[in-house]
C-alpha cells in the first residue's frame, strides 16, 4: 500500500500544466485496436489505467513504446490475437475501462470473452446500457459467473438506438462498434462529454464519417476495418477534470498558482462556479490564473450534472472548498449513489458535514481543518484527501494512495514543485 503524508496549512504558487485527459485516453487507445496499422498518441497521460489498458494490449501481441517523459504511445497491432488468460483477467478485474475494448473487438474482430470488469467502486454502474447497444447492432451476448461472451455471427448492422440514460462509456463503447457496423448507426441521449467528443475527432482520422459530434443525437456512418491499416497520429486533449480538481485546490488554499494547457469551451461550467464562490481566478488564452482572494469565499450548490454542467468526477474536492466558505453548501451527487464518503473522511478532520442520503451532504463552514489519517476511497476521492491535507493544520496520512495514481499522473511530485510538503512512502 502505497501513502501520502502531507504537512499543510502554508500557501503554494507557481505553475502547473494540465495532463492530457484520461477519460479521452483510455477509449482512444481501446479504438486503436481498430487499425492493423501503427497509431501514435500524443499528450498522453502516464497513469496507472492507462498503463494497464496498454499492457492488456501487449499481452494480447500489440507492440507497445511508451515514452513517458514526451507523454507519446506508439501502438502496433498488426500482430494482435484476442485471447483470455488469468494475468489478462487479473488486469480486466482492476481497469473499470478495459469494458471500453468491447466495442473496437466486436468491430475488429466479430467475437471475444471478456472477464467482467473492476475499477472504482462508486456505484453499482451496470453494464445493460452497453449490451443493450451491443444487441440492437446484432451482438448476441451470454454472460456465465463473472465472464460475458459476445459474438457477431452475421456481423454488425448499423441502427438506431436510444440509451437508456446517457451513459458516457457505453456511448464511447457503442461508438466503436457502429464504426465497424455496416450501415449508418443513430444514437440518441448520447453523452456529449469532451472525450466522448475527442473519441469521434480520432475516429474520424480513421474514416469513419459522423454527424452530430456533441450533440446527444449522433450518427455513425460505418466501414469494414477486418484489414484496415494506416498510420495515425493523434493528440489527445487535455484533462478538463484534473482542471476543476486542481482549481478547488488550488482555491481551498488560498494559492497563487497558474493552471496552464487548458481547454477554456471545456472548462465554463467549472470557471464559473468559482467565480460564484467569489475566487480570484481569470482566464487567460489557454491558463487559468489564480491569485489571493480578496474577501471570504461564498457556500453555494454544487450539483453534478451532464456536460456541459460541472460533471460528476469534478465535483468531490469542492467539498474542501466548502469548507472554507461561509454559509451552507449543498453537495447533489445524483449520478453515483456510493460517491460522498469522502464527506464521512472529511468529518474526520473537524469539518462540520453530514451526508443526508446516499445522493445529498451539507457542509457547514468556515471550519478549521486538522490532520488526520484518511483513506483513499476512489481516486476522486483521494484527490479530496489530498487537497483537504494541503488546507488542515499539521500532518495527515492517507492511504492507498495508489488508488490516486490511477487518474492522477504523480500528483505528488507535481505539488512539490508548487511548494507542497507530501512525501510518498509504502507500508
Request: charged fraction near 20%; include cysteine.
Amino acid at each position: 500500500m502505497e501513502l501520502f503524508t502531507i504537512r499543510g496549512g502554508k500557501p503554494l504558487s507557481g505553475i502547473i500544466p494540465i495532463s492530457g485527459s484520461k477519460n479521452a485516453a483510455l477509449p482512444i487507445i481501446a479504438a486503436t485496436v481498430l487499425n492493423s496499422g501503427i497509431t501514435r498518441l500524443y499528450n498522453v497521460p502516464m497513469i496507472q489505467d492507462v498503463l494497464n489498458l496498454c499492457e492488456i494490449l501487449r499481452l494480447w501481441g500489440s507492440r507497445i513504446t511508451v515514452d513517458q517523459s514526451a507523454h507519446a504511445v506508439t501502438i502496433d497491432n498488426s500482430k494482435l490475437v484476442i485471447q483470455i488468460n488469468e494475468t489478462i483477467f487479473g488486469l480486466v478485474r482492476k481497469l473499470r475501462g478495459s469494458i471500453l475494448l468491447v466495442g473496437s473487438i466486436l468491430a475488429k474482430f466479430g467475437s471475444l470473452t471478456i472477464p467482467l470488469p473492476g475499477g472504482d467502486i462508486i456505484g453499482a454502474r451496470p453494464l445493460d446500457v452497453h449490451f443493450d447497444g451491443f444487441q440492437s447492432l446484432g451482438a448476441e451476448i451470454n454472460q456465465t459467473g463473472e465472464t460475458v461472451t459476445l459474438s457477431v455471427p452475421k456481423g454488425l448492422t448499423g441502427s438506431s438506438m436510444v440509451l437508456k440514460e446517457p451513459s458516457v462509456t457505453a456511448t464511447e463503447n457503442l461508438i466503436m462498434a457502429a464504426a465497424g457496423a455496416k450501415g449508418e448507426t443513430t444514437i440518441r441521449l448520447a453523452a456529449i462529454e469532451p472525450h466522448v467528443q475527442d473519441l469521434c475527432r480520432f475516429l474520424e482520422k480513421f474514416g469513419v464519417g459522423f454527424d452530430g459530434i456533441g450533440t446527444h443525437w449522433i450518427t455513425i456512418l460505418g466501414k469494414d476495418f477486418s484489414s484496415w491499416s494506416q498510420d495515425i497520429e493523434y493528440t489527445i486533449i487535455p484533462d478538463s477534470d484534473e482542471a476543476m480538481n486542481l482549481s478547488a485546490l488550488v482555491a481551498a488554499t488560498r494559492s497563487e498558482v497558474d493552471l496552464r494547457g487548458i481547454r477554456p469551451e471545456y472548462c465554463e461550467a467549472g470557471i464559473n462556479k468559482l467565480q460564484e464562490i467569489g475566487v480570484n481566478v481569470s482566464l487567460v488564452e489557454t491558463s487559468m490564473i489564480f491569485r489571493k482572494p480578496t474577501s471570504g469565499y461564498r457556500a453555494a450548490k454544487y450539483q453534478c450534472g451532464l456536460y456541459p454542467k460541472l460533471m460528476s468526477d469534478q465535483i468531490p474536492p469542492f467539498a474542501v472548498l466548502a469548507t472554507q466558505a461561509n454559509g451552507v453548501s449543498m453537495i447533489q451527487e445524483w449520478m453515483y449513489e456510493g460517491r460522498l464518503g469522502y464527506v464521512t473522511e472529511l468529518s474526520k478532520m473537524g469539518a462540520n458535514a453530514m451526508i443526508l442520503d446516499p445522493h445529498r451532504a451539507i457542509i457547514v463552514g468556515p471550519t478549521s481543518l486538522r490532520g488526520a489519517e484518511l483513506k483513499s476511497l476512489d481516486i476522486r476521492a483521494g484527490m479530496t484527501m489530498i487537497v483537504a491535507g494541503l488546507v488542515a493544520e499539521g500532518e495527515t496520512t492517507i492511504l492507498d494512495a495508489q488508488i490516486i495514481d490511477r487518474g492522477f499522473e504523480a500528483i505528488d511530485n507535481r505539488l512539490r514543485a508548487i511548494g507542497a510538503d507530501i512525501i510518498r512512502s509504502s507500508k
